[in-house]
């Protein structure tokens, strides 16, 4: 018995929500966006085998993979339960690039728990993965946040709760947008995006991004494109990072100029996304971005829905 999981591209922070809002990212042509981990039956304890797009960029040491962390958290989470991880052999197809902004850890991480979760009956439940996707992501990026693993996982858009019991809850997406996702080709680290920016916010900021994040989820629930568009901006990363991000200015003003809904920075960068209603438009913004935003052969650009799946296990021979 073998299984592999796929875990879709996340946009953390979606502009208003930072670290509390994420969604997961389809690609409207079917093209895959997101990482693949394979769980085969093996006479070894573990092993590990990468390939894909962005393999190469993965450590060359098998045990500094993020992948042989889940390993080991996994097996931990079991035994609590009584139970023991099998022997067992896995691939990791690494499509993501890494420092992306797009969720890239994340989706190795949660393919890689929920490959492992199907290959063992589904031993731990949903909220028992969430928190130790939530903690394989922090060791990554240093503070322990959900807005991508939640959305990768559970699909569509996820607001963290973090309360009373509940990591998160889903917020209704709008099924006419087209979320225009494009990344540069170069490498931010997630570490160093919030090392950069404040440790305090002023009563105005925090008002500011209470209203609007309030707001944003308010007109998703009651329907309000034009309102859920309008508050889709950020005062507390965007102002800091996008100084990081060569062309973003030049972006959002030609997004703007071309009717664009809202512009923003996906996680931590250099992915940028662009919500539009248009589908003609969001494809020639593709083609623009490609033209104009692209800076080498790493990057890539897609129009998306809103993944409502998250991710799926199956069976493979
Ligand atoms: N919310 C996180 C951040 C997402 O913006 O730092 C990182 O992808």
């Given at each position: 018995m073998a299984v592999v999981a796929y875990a879709p591209a996340s946009i953390g922070n979606v502009s208003v929500g930072f670290d509390v809002l994420g969604a997961a990212l389809a690609p409207i042509?079917?093209?895959l966006l997101g990482d693949r981990v394979e769980v085969h039956e093996s006479e070894q304890a573990f092993s590990l085998a990468c390939r894909g797009r962005f393999a190469h960029k993965l450590p060359d040491d098998p045990q500094k993979n993020i992948v042989y962390s889940c390993y080991l958290g996994y097996?931990?989470?079991?035994?609590?339960?009584?139970?023991?991880?099998?022997?067992?052999?896995?691939?990791?197809?690494?499509?993501?690039?890494?420092?992306?902004g797009l969720g890239s850890s994340a989706s190795s991480i949660v393919a890689a728990l929920e490959g492992l979760n199907g290959f063992h009956d589904f031993a731990l439940d949903q909220d028992?993965?969430?928190?130790?996707?939530?903690?394989?992501?922090?060791?990554?990026?240093?503070?322990?946040?959900?807005?991508?693993?939640?959305?990768?996982y559970l699909g569509g858009i996820q607001l963290m709760i973090e309360e009373a019991g509940i990591i998160s809850q889903s917020v209704p997406d709008f099924a006419n947008w087209f979320w225009v996702a494009c990344y540069p080709g170069i490498s931010i680290s997630t570490a160093e995006a919030r090392a950069i920016l404040p440790k305090e916010y002023s009563?105005?900021?925090?008002?500011?991004?209470?209203?609007?994040?309030?707001?944003?989820?308010?007109?998703?629930?009651?329907?309000?494109e034009a309102l859920a568009a309008a508050v889709l901006k950020d005062v507390i990363a965007e102002p800091y990072r996008q100084a990081l991000i060569p062309g973003f200015n030049a972006v959002r003003e030609h997004a703007a100029a071309k009717g664009a809904l809202a512009?923003?920075?996906?996680?931590?960068?250099?992915?940028?996304?662009?919500?539009?209603?248009?589908?003609?438009?969001?494809?020639?913004?593709?083609?623009?971005l490609e033209a104009n935003f692209i800076q080498n052969q790493d990057g890539f650009c897609h129009v998306c829905h809103i993944d409502r799946n998250g991710t799926t296990v199956s069976k493979i021979a």
């Open positions: 042509d079917g093209a097996a931990e989470a079991l035994q609590k339960k009584g139970l023991t991880i099998k022997p067992l052999h896995m691939v990791l197809e690494k499509n993501l690039p890494i420092g992306s028992e993965q969430l928190l130790l996707m939530g903690e394989l992501e922090g060791r990554i990026s240093g503070s322990v946040h959900y807005d991508n693993v939640a959305p990768c009563r105005s900021d925090c008002l500011t991004y209470g209203r609007r994040l309030a707001a944003f989820v308010h007109a998703s629930y009651t329907g309000q512009t923003g920075i996906s996680g931590s960068g250099p992915t940028v996304f662009i919500a539009m209603t248009d589908k003609e438009k969001a494809l020639e913004m593709k083609s623009w």
